[in-house]
C-alpha cells in the first residue's frame, strides 16, 4: 500500500483536535491536514456544560451561526446543595457573561469535525492512529491499513495517552477521579444544571437537549466500584436531595457510562514537531467545567504552534507553548482546592482525599 503524506496530521477529532483543524484552515490554508478519530461521536459523551465565555472562540473558529442554529439548552440556572443541604440557586441573568449551554456533546464533537470538513480539512472518522514513529521524513503514523507521514503532529487524544512514549512525554497523575454516569430519555427540560455534594462524592445533573438528562455521580475509582451496579447507583441517587426529584416516573435510562475524570498533565506540552492539546495535554477535574474551553483554546494554540514548527521556528513555538500551557494549569490548583474547601461538611474518605489533593495542586 502507498504511504500517504500530508503537512499535518492531527490525532483525535474532540473539541481539541476540531478546534486546531479549523484554525489550520484559516490561518495557514497552504497546508494539507488530516484528522483521524477512532470514533464516530455517535455514542454518549460526558462533558455537557459550556460555560458562556465559549461564545469568543467559536465565533473565532467560524461555527458560532452552526452552533446557535442546532438549539442546545441555554443554561437559566446552576443549582448547588454544596456548601450545606439548602440549595443555593445561581440564575444565569445575573453573570456578567451571559448564560451558557447544555449541550448534546455527539452532537456539538460531530458539529465541529463537519464544520472542519466543510473547510478543507481531511477527516477519517472510524480510524485510529495506532503508532507514532519520528524517522527523516517525518511522523510515521500507523493505522489498522496503512500508514501516513506527517511533517507534524497535533496530539489531542483526550483521556487516552497511549501515544505518549512515542513522544517521549511523561504522563502525571494529580488526583483519581471517576464518573458514574447514567443518560435518561422522557425528562422535560427545566433547564437547569444541578450539583449536590454528598458523603461518597459529588452528583451533577444536566438537562439536555430532546427532553434527555444526564446524571452522574462523582466519586474515587476505588470508592466507587460498587456503583456500576445498578441498583447500588439507584440507591445512592434516590439518598440525594435536589437531583433524585428531577427525575420523574417516565424517565427511562439509555446508556451507562464510567470515565476516568481527575486531575493529570503531560510533560513535555511539546517537542520535535510534535504538540499535544486538550485533555491530551491537560485533563481537569469537572467540577471546574473548564474543560471544552481549554480544549477549543488549546486547539487554537496548538494550531498556531505547529504551523511555526512547520515554518522552522520549532524552539520558539514549543518554548511559547509551553510556558502558555503552564500558565494554564497554575491558577487551576487554587481555584479547584477553594471549590472543594466550601464542601468541607463530611469526614468521609472521598472528602478527606479531595482536600488533602486540592491542598497539594494549590501548593504546586
Ligand atoms: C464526567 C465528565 C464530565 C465533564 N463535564 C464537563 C463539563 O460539564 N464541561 C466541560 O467543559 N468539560 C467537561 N468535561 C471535560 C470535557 O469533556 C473534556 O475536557 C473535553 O472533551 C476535552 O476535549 P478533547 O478534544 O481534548 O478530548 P476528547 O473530547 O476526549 O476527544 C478526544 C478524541 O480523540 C479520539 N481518539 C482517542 N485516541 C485516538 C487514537 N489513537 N486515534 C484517533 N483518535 C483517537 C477519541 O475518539 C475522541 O473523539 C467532563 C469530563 C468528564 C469525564
Given at each position: 500500500m502507498p504511504c500517504e503524506q500530508a503537512d499535518i496530521a492531527i490525532i483525535g477529532g474532540g473539541p481539541a483536535g476540531a478546534a486546531a483543524a479549523l484554525t489550520l484552515r484559516r490561518h495557514a490554508p497552504g497546508l494539507s491536514v488530516v484528522l483521524f478519530d477512532a470514533g464516530r461521536h455517535a455514542l454518549e459523551k460526558p462533558g455537557e456544560i459550556l460555560p458562556a465565555v465559549a461564545q469568543g472562540l467559536l465565533r473565532q473558529l467560524g461555527v458560532w451561526t452552526e452552533f446557535l442554529s442546532s438549539?442546545?439548552?441555554?443554561?437559566?440556572?446552576?443549582?448547588?446543595?454544596?456548601?450545606?443541604?439548602?440549595?443555593?440557586?445561581?440564575?444565569?441573568?445575573?453573570?456578567?457573561?451571559?448564560?451558557?449551554?447544555?449541550?448534546?456533546?455527539?452532537r456539538f464533537d460531530r458539529l465541529m469535525v463537519q464544520a472542519a470538513s466543510d473547510s478543507g480539512v481531511e477527516v477519517r472518522l472510524g480510524t485510529a492512529v495506532l503508532s507514532a514513529t519520528?524517522?527523516?521524513?517525518?511522523?510515521?503514523?500507523?493505522?489498522?491499513?496503512?500508514?501516513?507521514?506527517?511533517?507534524?503532529?497535533?496530539?489531542?487524544?483526550?483521556?487516552s495517552w497511549k501515544l505518549a512514549r512515542s513522544f517521549g512525554a511523561k504522563l502525571r497523575v494529580h488526583s483519581h477521579l471517576a464518573a458514574y454516569a447514567r443518560?435518561?430519555?422522557?425528562?422535560?427540560?427545566?433547564?437547569?444544571?444541578?450539583?449536590?455534594?454528598?458523603?461518597?462524592?459529588?452528583?451533577?445533573?444536566?438537562?439536555?437537549?430532546?427532553?434527555?438528562?444526564?446524571?452522574?455521580?462523582?466519586?474515587?475509582?476505588?470508592?466507587?466500584?460498587?456503583l456500576r451496579n445498578p441498583n447500588y447507583w439507584y440507591d445512592a441517587l434516590a439518598a440525594t436531595r435536589i437531583i433524585?426529584?428531577?427525575?420523574?416516573?417516565?424517565?427511562?435510562?439509555?446508556?451507562?457510562?464510567?470515565?476516568?475524570?481527575?486531575?493529570?498533565?503531560i510533560d513535555p506540552a511539546a517537542g520535535n514537531h510534535w504538540v499535544a492539546a486538550g485533555d491530551s495535554l491537560f485533563s481537569a477535574d469537572p467540577l471546574s467545567s473548564r474543560g471544552i474551553v481549554h480544549a477549543l483554546r488549546t486547539g487554537i494554540l496548538a494550531a498556531y504552534a505547529a504551523s511555526d514548527m512547520m515554518d522552522g521556528?520549532?524552539?520558539?513555538?514549543?518554548?511559547r507553548y509551553a510556558m502558555i500551557a503552564s500558565q494554564g494549569f497554575a491558577d487551576y490548583g487554587p481555584a479547584l482546592a477553594a471549590h472543594y474547601a466550601t464542601a468541607a461538611r463530611w469526614d468521609t474518605a472521598f472528602w478527606q482525599r479531595r482536600r488533602s489533593h486540592a491542598a497539594a495542586l494549590a501548593s504546586g
Open positions: 438549539d442546545f439548552v441555554e443554561s437559566r440556572a446552576v443549582i448547588a446543595a454544596w456548601a450545606s443541604e439548602t440549595p443555593d440557586e445561581r440564575a444565569s441573568i445575573f453573570s456578567a457573561q451571559g448564560p451558557g449551554w447544555q449541550l448534546d456533546r455527539a519520528r524517522s527523516d521524513q517525518g511522523w510515521r503514523l500507523g493505522l489498522a491499513d496503512g500508514e501516513i507521514v506527517a511533517n507534524t503532529v497535533i496530539w489531542a487524544t483526550g483521556r443518560f435518561f430519555d422522557g425528562v422535560p427540560g427545566d433547564c437547569q444544571m444541578l450539583i449536590e455534594a454528598r458523603p461518597e462524592g459529588w452528583w451533577y445533573s444536566a438537562d439536555l437537549p430532546g427532553q434527555r438528562r444526564v446524571v452522574a455521580c462523582m466519586t474515587d475509582p476505588d470508592l466507587g466500584g460498587d433524585a426529584p428531577l427525575l420523574p416516573k417516565g424517565a427511562y435510562e439509555t446508556a451507562m457510562l464510567v470515565k476516568s475524570a481527575g486531575t493529570a498533565t521556528r520549532g524552539e520558539l513555538a514549543r518554548m
